[in-house]
């Protein structure tokens, strides 16, 4: 069998995940860390955009997106699929994917790099160029590491939001911490996308995780759990969840994902809406739609809004709008009022954005809404909105009081 080839970044949660997700379908794989020589050489003349991790498949196709990459493995490879048969279920996959990688994934990066600057610096710039002196590898590195920032902070990742990020992961961890008491993956006994996804930023972590970093909760669970990501398929086996019912623990998983995804993403399908009406017949989108406003440590922020957002977005939600079974979807509809997004199964986006060719589009093709339809879409999205804010203020309240 012909090898996979695999580009990689140092620092890269999405490197972290495809490999782990290689590994543990045990495929072929030769890794090459992304120098600037490689990006040169094999990168930009493949692809427009220059975008780490890489895979290059033994049929030479080549793919950027850690999404895309599993789908077109999972097409081409045999083996056990990586997603579960309930929908509600694989809801909670998408919903959790999305946020490791759309979420979860910078706020990692921002606290590593914010901590290790200089260490972070000195390994990226060994990586990129390794044939160059270490003041030089050094001085590069700034600048990398500038231009890095910049991008966390348009993704509302900043000194701004410094407490608020590390607050994320915090409640990010201790959820996990407290899932994986009774259950060894996020859908029982084998990993689905979603906890290759959490590895590939939490494996960022994995020093402070141990201790290094006491503004991180003590998690051995979550340790143990980071470790069978990362094993080969023979020595993981197991079965997705079969029981409709969708723990506590998971919910509570799934409750902070939601919170920290889907505002952004409603807000993002208003932005891409937006944009097409204002400009008829065009279909490429721009890098970024916009701006929203977001928290601050002390006061408000923007975080820019991007048409990636509503492409992984379209994702989560599918499930939730195909014909399911009567216990599914009432088990789907359980979990959505358990997160404080009920009216999410109501939800379409009045204008679905494609991922072709590594650019983002509209699809021109997809019957445009009606004026009555298009206001009812509006109805909904400001109802979830709301809901979710009553949800946040409503949790506050009981911390205060229960402490």
């Known amino acids: 069998m012909r090898a996979y080839k695999l580009i990689t970044a140092f620092g890269s949660p999405a490197s972290n995940k495809v490999r782990a997700y290689l590994r543990w379908r045990d495929l072929p794989f030769r890794e090459t860390a992304a120098t600037a020589l490689v990006l040169k050489s094999e990168v930009r003349p493949r692809l427009k955009n220059v975008k780490v991790p890489v895979l290059v498949t033994p049929s030479h196709e080549t793919l950027q997106d850690s999404r895309l990459i599993f789908d077109a493995v999972e097409k081409s490879e045999p083996g056990e699929p990586l997603s579960p048969k309930y929908g509600h279920h694989r809801f909670a996959m998408g919903l ?23 260490a972070a610096a000195g390994g990226l710039g060994a990586m990129v160029y ?34 608020r990020t590390r607050a994320l ?13 009774s259950s060894r993956f996020l859908l029982e006994d084998r990993p689905c996308s979603a906890d290759f996804s959490l590895f590939g930023a939490l494996a ?18 979550v340790r143990r759990w980071m470790a069978d990501v990362n094993a080969p398929w023979d020595q993981v086996g197991g079965r ?18 939601a919170g920290a995804f889907l505002p952004e993403a409603l807000e993002t399908c208003g932005a891409v809406t937006e944009w097409a009406e204002c400009n008829p017949g065009r279909i490429n989108l721009p890098a970024r739609l916009g701006k929203r406003k977001i928290p601050a440590d002390e006061g408000e922020t923007v975080q820019q809004l991007r048409p ?36 999410l199964a109501e ?18 093709k997809a019957a445009l809404p009606s004026r009555e339809e298009s206001e009812a879409s509006r109805e909904v999205t400001g109802a ?8 946040e203020a409503t949790r506050d309240l009981d911390r205060m009081i229960l402490g």
């Open 204 to 221: 960022l972590l994995r020093e402070l995780l141990d201790g290094s970093d006491r503004t991180l909760p003590d998690s051995p669970n």
């Open 240 to 257: 997705y969840r079969k029981a409709y019912a969708v723990p506590e623990s998971l919910a509570a998983v799934c409750e902070v994902a």
């Open 96 to 118: 959790i994917e999305a946020f490791g990688d759309e979420v979860l994934a910078p706020a990692a990066v921002y606290h590593f790099w914010s901590g290790n600057i200089a």
């Open 130 to 163: 390794p044939g160059l002196e270490p003041d030089l590898q050094r001085r590069y590195a700034r600048i990398l590491s500038g231009q890095l920032m910049n991008a966390l902070e348009q993704r509302g990742f900043s000194a701004r939001t410094a407490r």
């Open 169 to 181: 992961l915090q409640r990010t961890i201790a959820a996990l911490e407290t899932h994986f008491q």
């Open 384 to 391: 979830l909105l709301k809901a979710r804010e009553g949800a």
């Open 347 to 364: 939800f379409r986006p009045e204008r679905d954005v494609l991922q072709e060719h590594h650019e983002f589009t509209v699809n021109l």
């Open 308 to 343: 990636a957002t509503q492409w992984v977005f379209q994702r989560v939600i599918a499930p939730l709008h195909e014909d399911l079974p009567d216990a599914q979807r009432r088990a789907g509809e359980e979990l959505l009022g358990a997160i404080g997004f009920k009216r």
